[in-house]
């Protein structure tokens, strides 16, 4: 069964995308079929992975493609759907429909078809749109990235507020599946005490921290992952636990 994931905090700068692109690829590297699909209208999954295509996930919420002649293959085993500034446009089509129930489903319907990965990733944007709240009801679990300060706090609250108000919808289930430490840097006391923190208010739940790691943005610089880039690095190494983690909690 295909594990969906939405990746999300509504506070920018938290290693989204960067959680994306490495957590799918190490998964990618066990054997595991993978979808990436960016839902973000910076369209930053596709920089950092180094891909474009004609074709973006604004043409599968217009109706315009189904999603299968949207994918492209990034990597070995790991596909990704693009994203760009149609994004916008497709946002006020989803306005424009007047059916918000119907315009908060056409991602799970369009993408009813796609079969064949292990997990499909959504790598949300920063805010509460109508193309997240796609993301939030086609996915069954959500996994929100978290740097180490403490408005970040704030961006888990809001998360969680959003999880609740999903939860209130009939028929669909969206599970906090982890709370992913992200930029940390044990030797400052504030990271300890947000990592801390976290612990103590979403025990289980926490993963084990990536630490903050210069070799993270090269990789995305030179549009690889962080095990083609340094695979010797704490960044590779951190992201390999966090895959690790990620399949152990299914």
């Given at each position: 069964?295909?594990?969906?994931?939405?990746?999300?905090?509504?506070?920018?700068?938290?290693?989204k995308?960067t959680?994306?692109?490495?957590?799918?690829?190490?998964?990618?590297?066990?054997?595991?079929?993978?979808?990436?699909v960016?839902?973000?209208?910076?369209?930053?999954?596709?920089?950092?992975?180094?891909?474009?295509?004609?074709?973006?996930?604004?043409?599968?919420?217009?109706?315009?493609?189904?999603?299968?002649?949207?994918?492209?293959?990034?990597?070995?085993?790991?596909?990704?759907?693009?994203?760009?500034?149609?994004?916008?446009?497709?946002?006020?089509?989803?306005?424009?429909?007047?059916?918000?129930?119907?315009?908060?489903?056409?991602?799970?319907?369009?993408?009813r078809?796609?079969?064949?990965?292990?997990?499909?990733?959504?790598?949300?944007?920063?805010?509460?749109?109508?193309?997240?709240?796609?993301?939030l009801?086609?996915?069954?679990?959500?996994?929100?990235?978290?740097s180490?300060?403490?408005?970040?706090?704030?961006g888990?609250?809001?998360?969680l507020?959003?999880?609740?108000?999903?939860?209130?919808?009939?028929?669909?289930?969206?599970?906090?599946?982890?709370?992913?430490?992200?930029?940390?840097?044990?030797?400052?006391?504030?990271?300890?005490?947000?990592?801390?923190?976290?612990?103590?208010?979403?025990?289980?739940?926490?993963?084990?921290?990536?630490?903050?790691?210069?070799?993270?943005?090269?990789?995305?610089?030179?549009?690889?992952?962080?095990?083609?880039?340094?695979?010797?690095?704490?960044?590779?190494?951190?992201?390999?636990?966090?895959?690790?983690?990620?399949?152990?909690?299914?």
């Amino acid at each position: 069964m295909t594990r969906i994931i939405s990746v999300l905090n509504y506070k920018g700068g938290t290693g989204k995308t960067t959680t994306v692109v490495n957590l799918a690829a190490g998964l990618a590297l066990r054997g595991h079929p993978v979808l990436c699909v960016d839902l973000d209208v910076q369209g930053s999954l596709g920089t950092s992975l180094g891909i474009n295509h004609v074709r973006s996930v604004a043409d599968v919420l217009l109706g315009y493609a189904p999603p299968q002649s949207c994918i492209v293959p990034a990597r070995e085993r790991l596909d990704v759907i693009l994203s760009d500034q149609r994004l916008l446009r497709a946002e006020g089509e989803l306005w424009r429909m007047g059916d918000e129930r119907a315009a908060r489903r056409v991602l799970a319907y369009s993408m009813r078809q796609v079969q064949g990965y292990d997990f499909i990733f959504l790598d949300c944007g920063h805010s509460m749109s109508l193309v997240t709240q796609n993301a939030l009801l086609y996915a069954g679990e959500l996994l929100v990235p978290v740097s180490m300060n403490y408005l970040a706090m704030i961006g888990i609250r809001q998360v969680l507020d959003t999880l609740k108000d999903i939860g209130r919808i009939p028929g669909h289930r969206l599970r906090l599946t982890g709370i992913v430490p992200t930029m940390y840097y044990g030797r400052l006391r504030k990271d300890r005490e947000v990592l801390s923190l976290l612990q103590h208010y979403f025990s289980g739940q926490v993963t084990p921290p990536i630490r903050r790691n210069v070799r993270l943005a090269e990789a995305a610089g030179q549009q690889q992952t962080i095990y083609e880039y340094a695979p010797a690095s704490h960044g590779a190494m951190d992201y390999a636990a966090l895959v690790e983690w990620i399949a152990d909690h299914a």
